[in-house]
């Protein structure tokens, strides 16, 4: 397809810096709400217990983008998605 070989590495080249760009604009839209390091996160269980204090459920508990996200159901019976802050446990986000 490319009798130049130079030609075909520079196109690679070129979409691989477009593409990178990209990604970093979309990190930019969406930053990284919580920057703990791991040795500092509080583990899953407490949690959990922090969470059934308030009454609620606790359904799914994972890490992403350095944030505990949990899916609770409240004492009201409402599902809710809920973004913890690992070291604090404080809400950092909550989703409906």
């Known amino acids: 397809m490319f009798h130049r070989p130079g030609l075909a590495a520079t196109l690679a080249a070129c979409l691989l810096v477009a593409l990178g760009s990209a990604a970093a604009r979309a990190d930019d839209d969406h930053p990284a709400r919580c920057n703990v390091p791991l040795g500092d996160w509080q583990p899953r269980a407490a949690v959990e217990a922090a969470l059934q204090l308030k009454g609620w459920t606790v359904l799914s508990v994972r890490s992403d983008d350095g944030c505990y996200k949990v899916k609770v ?24």
């Open 73 to 96: 159901r409240t004492e009201t019976g409402e599902k809710r998605r809920v973004q913890l802050d690992p070291k604090t446990l404080e809400p950092v986000d909550e989703e409906d």
